[in-house]
């Protein structure tokens, strides 16, 4: 959703030409890198562990500091985006990253690591990663889901491949050289942003404000950000010690690593599954029943069978992929239904900071667990529970239509159910009052 602010109504002509679709092309590239690079921490947080001899606490400092960095970086830096444009926050972003990775060869100490694989590329992923959507958003407008899901391909074929080429570049390089050749891969984000040319002056849009007051004052928006805390807390524990798991059962730490390509290939699946085939299928009650809770039912209290051999290892990924991938979904079109697209933009980053606090508490927080009991299984039991937490919350919303909208929401409560996917629509703008301040909202009008 785009809004522009006390502007006429913005051109749609010349939007699919060559230079537009470029700049799709470069922002799948820059998923790509930041999520591939990103969800591998499964496997750095086993060979940093094994490097420096230090517990499972001490070393999931690396990957959760990454990931709590780049969340926050988003809402942080954010004045850099409407300042400087996307463009230069996508180039200094690989900046930062390839020179984060790159520190990696000189550090001596697993707390230097904070510094650099931690902060610094997290910094960089954080500049880069926000622009990239929004480059594409301010380039298209009637083909805008179908360039946005190209994009957003660029994450599950990141999680797919990244895994597997940094098991071989362990093989080829050991630790350090895959980190060197790493940070030139994160450099090529320089390059992907040099081409994401500027939307038209005509097109250009006005982004709203991410730390809006007015969705505090919805219940369900409160029950989003709980929501999306267990959601990230749950996920960054399965990421960071599922090859870690798989080891302690007896699978060889080259195998382990390509648990996480399955993850990426059902939840690449799944978005695609359930995104094509429109809002029924993703709000249907007993769909939404099976996927959400079943699944995270599941996921919580079967783990440790499925993990006594690789084939129920492969099983769990494939669970969880396929769970994650329709979770993403499902609590998009949730609070597009319940709320309304406006609200969920100014109030993005609280969003956001929820996922950061969610992804710097888990790895920590499972690494004290597995020291207290010595054994992973209760790690995965907290992980799953935490899922399933951040289903439920979400499906009662859906189901009881829990919360009342403010008096200054209830002349947008008719536009508030928009599809995923719009088989014949039509877009208009239509202008809403929001705090006194009127702006232009792109409706889509669905004709199906």
Known sequence: MSAVTNTPKPSMSGEESGGSWLVVVAAFFVQFIICGISYSLGIFHIVFQDVYAHNHFDTSWIGSIQLYTTALTSILFRCFM????????????????????????????????????????????????TPSIMIVEQHFHETRFEALSIVAGGIGAGIITFPVVIRHLLDYFSWRGTLLILSGVAFHMVIFGAVMKPAPKKKAVHLMPLLSCLPLRHPIFHGMCIANLFWSFGSTVIYMYLPAYAIEKGTDFYTSTFLISCIGMASFTARMIFAFMGHNSTLDDVTALLCSVCLGVVLTGVSPLLFKDFAGQIGYTLLFGFYSGYWTIFLSQVSRELIGPEYIAMGNGYLSFMVAVGSLLGGPAAGLLIQEESEFQYAFYLAGACLLWSSIIMLLFKLKRCGQLPATEKSLQSDQKIPLVDRKSEKQFKVKTIEGENIFVEVTITTV
């Open 82 to 129: 409407s300042r400087f444009g996307c463009r230069f926050c996508v180039m200094a972003g690989g900046v930062l990253s390839a020179v984060g990775l790159g520190l990696g060869i000189m550090v001596t100490d697993l707390y230097q690591l904070y510094l650099t694989f931690g902060v610094l590329t997290g910094i960089g992923f954080g500049l880069a990663c």
